[in-house]
């Protein structure tokens, strides 16, 4: 027979909970900066500015784009990146 007290059933607050938000804020930072890096592209078109800066523009908003896709990945679980393997797989008809 065992003694089970109050401590043993309460879960710890562990380094996956700590983890999960800092991605959650990390997330919604990204999502900040890459609204703002699309924005600015935007803008950039309208105004017409020089070929190299809206180079730049493009880059920063994809690079933007893709810390925040694999932070909510990372947030999510594997499952995500599986997903989009499949649908990869699917557009592209290659088989695997």
């Known amino acids: ?35 703002g890096a699309w924005a600015s592209l935007g803008i950039g078109l309208y105004l017409d500015v020089p070929r190299g800066t809206r180079l730049t523009l493009a880059i920063v908003a994809a690079v933007a784009t893709e810390a925040l896709f694999w932070t909510v990945a990372a947030l999510l679980g594997v499952s995500v990146v599986e997903a989009r393997k499949r649908i990869w797989r699917k557009i592209t008809g290659r088989a695997g």
């Open 1 to 35: 027979m065992t003694i089970q007290s109050d401590v043993e059933d309460q879960p710890k607050a562990g380094a996956l909970a700590r983890g999960k938000g800092f991605l959650k804020v990390l997330a919604g930072l990204l999502l900040v900066a890459a609204i």
